[in-house]
């Protein structure tokens, strides 16, 4: 296992059109978050999962942002209707479930046009 | 979770140290300072993490001032794979999420 991984790296898509990304954790990490990052800012926080139950939901996470977390293990995150306002990386981490150390991904770079 | 200011930028020469300051004056008793950088088109990497002490790893030292007000981050040879952005956080332990600021962007020069 080497770390966080998610799929896709970029994505373009048109205004109005679905989109879901997909993040792979480190396979003994229990804890799995979601954020956004814009340009010239820090990560965002959306939302984290501990095992298959989801925690915790930021303002940030609108109706048409939802994120599960099957069997607790892989991570999906979906953008229905999407808005020019989503453009942005959106990283995934995991962390075990005690203690410190996030393990972010590469993140997946949206475009909405 | 406590706030945190940095300096929006740094320059530091190759080969010196990089001093990367870091007020957090809310910080409360139970909240670590943890520090992670971002380099270029990658998510933020995880670099150390302190209470009170002061802490070594192999990327970095962590000083805490005694009233753990304020910390500054040490690289103590910078290299060019250094540039990057560079966070401090303040949060507990266990915390349920890590708030990031907008941190300071450390560039690197020849």
């Known amino acids: 296992d080497t770390g966080v991984s998610q799929d896709p790296r970029h994505k373009i898509t048109k205004r109005g059109q679905n989109v879901t990304f997909r993040c792979d954790p480190i396979?003994?990490?229990?804890?799995l978050y979601w954020y956004r990052q814009t340009l010239g800012q820090g990560p965002e926080f959306l939302t984290y999962?501990?095992?298959?139950?989801?925690?915790?939901k930021s303002r940030l996470l609108s109706d048409r942002f939802s994120a599960e977390r099957p069997k607790g293990s892989f991570s999906t995150l979906e953008i229905q209707r999407t808005e020019q306002g989503d453009s942005a990386m959106y990283l995934c981490?995991?962390?075990?479930?005690?203690?410190?150390?996030?393990?972010f991904g590469s993140g997946t770079r949206l475009t909405v046009v | 979770d406590a706030k945190t200011t940095q300096p929006p930028s740094m320059d530091c020469a190759e080969g010196r140290a990089a001093n990367l300051p870091c007020n957090h004056s809310?910080?409360?008793?139970?909240?670590?300072v943890y520090w992670y950088r971002q380099i270029h088109s990658q998510g933020p990497q995880y670099i150390i993490h302190?209470?009170?002490n002061n802490e070594t790893n192999e990327m970095a030292s962590l000083i805490i001032t005694e009233d753990r007000k304020s910390s500054t981050l040490i690289l103590p040879h910078a290299t060019l794979r250094d540039t990057a952005v560079y966070y401090c956080?303040?949060?507990?332990?266990?915390?349920?999420?890590?708030?990031f600021g907008t941190g300071t962007r450390l560039q690197v020069f020849p």
């Open positions: 956080i303040a949060g507990s332990y266990n915390t349920d999420k890590l708030i």
């Open positions: 302190g209470l009170k």
């Open positions: 809310t910080i409360s008793g139970n909240e670590y």
């Open positions: 999962f501990q095992n298959e139950a989801q925690l915790e």
């Open positions: 396979s003994e990490h229990n804890r």
């Open positions: 981490a995991s962390s075990p479930s005690h203690g410190y150390g996030y393990t």
